[in-house]
């Protein structure tokens, strides 16, 4: 047998070496990809199954968030547990009550009328010696609301013509006319207070034309709806449309603004086919600002430019959600909203757990459930979606508590407990790991993407945590869009959008809103070119305050009578 040389046999061993080197690193790679293949698939079984699971809740399930009724409420009570102390106690939820308002305090702004009930003329003498009886007062009875139905009155102007006699005698003529009131339409029958309850009950009401119209015409009053959207369109472009511009300069002048979006469908528009989607954009400013002002804008769109041209000249801090067309937006702070990262988590979690959860707001008449102790519901080893929906709910928790202080007041304590809740719950984010395409893994991704302007609001303490007050006003067009479907026309979709404005800006100065309409319909055919003019038509004027404020009688203005604008 021949003899290995020490060289070879080291060489070989070398090669051997090098040999098994290769197969360890090929056999640790498959083992780290067989190991992240385990993690992916895991995390598509479990987004799957959250699949699946939804399916159900929507097949067979509730198909929205309903709160659980004061009797289901009360047994749930026994069994919530309230964190904050070293272990978990059971008690009870605690309701702070309020008491019954008086009728007199409840029907305060209701203008009162006396009736006064005489004693019959045959009964005025004494049953006993039938001697004429004397007034000795009035005794109050009762009280009743009472209801006046809308009358409908065909109005004929006619003016008066006045000649002199003497200039007549000289074969000259002098004669002078009275000066009839502009007409809102020409030729036309519309009058003021016509199209202000037409608009009240399409855009405060949500009554679409088609019901105005059976209800017209159970009066005897046959208006088609189409002739109501013609009149609609032509009293809000040409009379509104000035009124909405003045408040839009107002709006820029703002500091804290908040934003949303809500979709709609219009059927002719050029370029565009019927059944596909435009928007209605919602601006409005915060609840610390002196003048509250709502404005909708029609788009066809949901770019990034159109929310940069309707705020260009404003400088300050835009409420918003994290939709990346509003980083178009120049020299503004974004404030992202925290409710909305909030329900994604609250989305993410189980169904048969989500039950029991309630997504309150700092405005809600039920007060938030506070969890103090975050580690508590690490300890009972809650699912992750829970702990982040809990963090959510603590800063809201926190944020009711200084809903009433002043904006400085408010910021300082933020900074001592708000700040420190946040650096917990993005810690926290950072602990585990998100993949599937789940809906934790959307709500962790959202809440990380947009980590600086969820946290923008503790610049400030006149900013807001949620943009929830946007969504309300855009829930008050989706409300109406449920009942009218969608707008004809271009035409059509931007008066809805300059009377929604109205009326939504009138609700937030707490002024009676079909007087406010009315009001602008009476004066604006001839103020409609006077800036001084539409300026005391603003919903904080003095003018407009004195006329429509108060109960819910129409003040005796009309056209004929009514006086003029003090410009």
């Not at 929507?58 to 749930?76: T, Y």
């Not at 707001?361 to 506070?370: A, G, P, T, V």
């Not at 807001?464 to 007050?469: F, G, I, L, Y």
């Not at 009315?518 to 004066?523: A, G, I, K, M």
């Amino acid at each position: 047998m021949a003899q290995v040389s020490p060289e070879a046999m080291i060489e070989l061993l070398q090669a051997m070496n090098k040999t098994q080197s290769v197969q360890i690193d090929e056999q640790t790679k498959t083992i780290k990809e067989l190991r992240e293949l385990v993690v992916e698939l895991r995390g598509t079984i479990a987004n799957l199954e959250e699949t699946v699971r939804e399916f159900k809740r929507k097949l067979f399930g509730s198909s929205s968030e309903i709160l659980p009724s004061e009797d289901e409420e009360a047994e749930e009570d026994t069994a919530r547990v309230i964190l904050g102390k070293k272990e978990a106690t059971v008690t009870s939820h605690k309701r702070k009550y309020q008491g019954r308002t008086s009728r007199k305090e409840l029907y305060k702004n209701i203008p009162i009328e006396e009736v006064k009930i005489d004693v019959p003329e045959e009964k005025r003498f004494c049953p006993d010696c039938n001697a004429p009886m004397k007034h000795l007062g009035y005794k109050y009875v009762r009280e009743e609301i009472r209801i006046i139905p809308a009358k409908v009155v065909r109005i004929h102007y006619y003016k008066e013509t006045l000649y002199c006699p003497s200039c007549r005698q000289e074969d000259d003529s002098c004669i002078v006319s009275a000066e009839a009131p502009t007409a809102l339409i020409k030729h036309s029958p519309a009058s003021p207070s016509l199209i202000a309850t037409i608009l009240y009950e399409k855009y405060m009401m949500y009554s679409p034309f088609y019901r105005q119209q059976t209800d017209w015409n159970s009066r005897e009053v046959p208006f088609s709806r189409a002739t109501m959207a013609r009149w609609c369109i032509r009293c809000s472009l040409e009379y509104l449309k000035p009124v909405y511009e003045h408040l839009h300069r107002y709006l820029l002048q703002a500091m804290y603004l908040h934003a949303d979006e809500a979709p709609c469908q219009v059927l002719k528009e050029e370029g565009k086919k019927a059944a596909s989607r435009s928007y209605m954009w919602i601006y409005l400013t915060g609840r610390t600002e002196e003048r509250q002002i709502v404005l909708y804008e029609y788009q066809p769109g949901r770019k990034g430019e159109y929310p940069k041209e309707f705020l260009e000249g404003f400088s300050g801090y835009l409420h918003c959600d994290g939709y990346s067309g509003y980083n178009k937006v120049e020299s503004v702070t974004l404030v992202c909203c925290l409710a909305h990262a909030r329900r994604k988590f609250f989305e993410a979690i189980p169904a048969e757990k989500r039950k029991n959860l309630k997504l309150l707001d700092i405005d809600s008449e039920k007060e938030i459930e506070m969890t103090k102790d975050i580690s508590v519901l690490l300890k009972e080893k809650k699912l992750p979606a829970e702990v982040c929906f809990a963090y959510c709910n603590k800063l809201f928790f926190l944020e009711r508590q200084y809903k009433d202080m002043e904006p400085e007041k408010r910021k300082q304590e933020r900074e001592k407990t708000e700040r420190s809740v946040w650096k917990e719950f993005y810690r926290y984010l950072d602990t585990f790991d998100t993949r599937g395409g789940s809906k934790l893994e959307t709500a962790v991704r959202y809440t990380r993407n947009h980590k600086e302007s969820l946290m923008a609001y503790l610049e400030d303490g006149n900013c807001a945590c949620s943009n929830n007050a946007a969504e309300r006003r855009a829930k008050s067009y989706v409300q109406g869009r449920k009942n009218f479907l969608f707008h004809d026309t271009v035409d059509g979709a931007v008066s809805s959008a300059i009377i929604y404005s109205l009326v939504e800006t009138a609700k937030a100065n707490h002024l009676n809103i079909y007087q406010y309409l009315y009001t602008l319909l009476l004066y604006m055919p001839d103020y409609k070119d006077s800036p001084a003019g539409i300026e005391d038509l603003m919903p904080w004027s003095n003018f407009i305050k004195e006329r429509c404020t108060g109960g819910t009688e129409q003040k005796n203005e009309l056209p004929e009578n009514r006086e003029r604008i003090p410009v």
